[in-house]
């Protein structure tokens, strides 16, 4: 069976500090990959996706990068955390190729930070 | 831009209380619409998918259903219990995209 994993779960950093989050995922190949925030009384933002290797394409942030250097790792980086960077950070993925009336997505546990 | 709104932002019954939760949508031309369940500080799960050409799904005390024309999805909870308290959110996959509305906190009371 399919798992995925996000750590860590809980970080605190200051203003100004880097940051690296890490998603991997378990039991299946290729598969789609997602990034979304979830701040205090608003809904899920995507952030980033990705389809493949070093394929990523970026919805909304201006000082969050993605990677993804290997199949199932997808990484969220920043060079310098911001106030507004806090919320809860959510990985998820689907399965490739399946656009359409039955493709669903399966999410992580996520990680809450808080930049002080 | 697809959006996608649910109302109430809170709801709080007794234990035992049928109820609906509310979801609305801009753009009709939807892959289909799903029901998440997400406890606090947790990711989401999955509880009911509609897919575009259904009108309802159950599972369980759970019926989703969905009117696309009118841009509405409902989910009914029967015979509420403390376990189902949560946040529900509904997401609509347009596009390659799912949006997601801001969610409905259920608190049901013993």
């Known amino acids: 069976s399919q798992t995925i994993h996000q750590w860590p779960a809980t970080l605190v950093q200051p203003v100004g500090s880097p940051l690296s989050l890490e998603c991997t995922v378990e039991?299946?190949?290729?598969?789609?990959l997602y990034w979304y925030r979830q701040a205090a009384g608003r809904g899920l933002q995507l952030l980033f996706y990705?389809?493949?290797?070093?394929?990523i394409s970026s919805e909304v942030p201006q000082n969050l990068s993605a990677s993804r250097p290997q199949d199932r790792q997808f990484i969220l980086s920043s060079k310098k955390l911001l106030l507004s960077d806090s919320g809860f950070y959510l990985c998820?993925?689907?399965?490739?190729?399946?656009?359409?009336?039955?493709?669903?997505?399966?999410f992580g546990p996520g990680t809450r930070l808080t930049v002080l | 831009k697809q959006e996608v709104t649910q109302i109430p932002a809170a709801l709080s019954v007794p234990e035992g209380e049928n109820l609906v939760l509310n979801c609305s949508f801009t753009?009709?031309?939807?892959?289909?619409l799903q029901w998440f369940r997400q406890d606090p500080g947790k990711g989401l799960t999955s509880l009911l998918l509609?897919?575009?050409?259904?009108r309802e799904q159950t599972s369980g005390r759970l019926n989703a259903s969905l009117d696309k024309s009118s841009g509405r999805s409902t989910l009914y909870i029967a015979a509420s219990q403390p376990g189902d308290s949560a946040t529900y959110l509904c997401?609509?996959?347009?596009?390659?995209?799912?949006?997601f509305g801001t969610g409905t906190s259920l608190t049901v009371i013993p």
């Open positions: 998820a993925w689907s399965v490739p190729g399946l656009a359409g009336s039955t493709d669903t997505q399966y």
């Open positions: 990705s389809v493949g290797i070093g394929q």
């Open positions: 039991g299946t190949s290729n598969p789609n």
């Open positions: 753009d009709s031309a939807i892959y289909n």
């Open positions: 997401a609509a996959l347009t596009g390659n995209q799912f949006y």
């Open positions: 509609i897919q575009s050409s259904q």
